[in-house]
């Protein structure tokens, strides 16, 4: 079974960028897509960013044109580049497979964007 460890997180003031990295304990080529989650304190949890085996790409509209996702198959890896970071941005990331399997999931690394 794959398992799912994020890292990457940390404290970034406004404008900052961080790149969250997704290290996959199995293969993840047999995952066609795999996607980049957040929550932040009190809110649902959201759909940032949805990667295919192909590269093909979507984001929600809040981190278009501000974050990036890619995925290294022979690696076993995820990524998640985020730039232009906004207070907004502030939430726990979680790296999962589209759509998300309980098991996967994963501790999370915190965001945290000062104003």
């Known amino acids: 079974q794959v398992q799912l460890v994020e890292s990457g997180g940390g404290l970034v003031q406004f404008g900052g960028s961080l790149r969250l990295s997704c290290a996959a304990s199995g293969s993840i080529f047999s995952i066609g897509r795999m996607g980049w989650y957040r929550q932040a304190p009190g809110k649902e949890r959201e759909l940032v960013a949805v990667?295919?085996?192909?590269?093909?790409?979507n984001y929600a509209d809040s981190v278009k044109g501000r974050f990036t996702i890619s995925r290294d198959n022979a690696k076993n890896m995820v990524y998640l580049q985020m730039s232009t970071l906004k207070p907004e941005d502030t939430a726990v990331y979680y790296c999962?497979?589209?759509?998300?399997?309980?098991?996967?999931w994963g501790q999370g690394t915190q965001v945290t964007v000062s104003s």
């Open positions: 999962n497979s589209y759509p998300s399997l309980h098991n996967y």
């Open positions: 990667i295919t085996n192909d590269g093909a790409t």
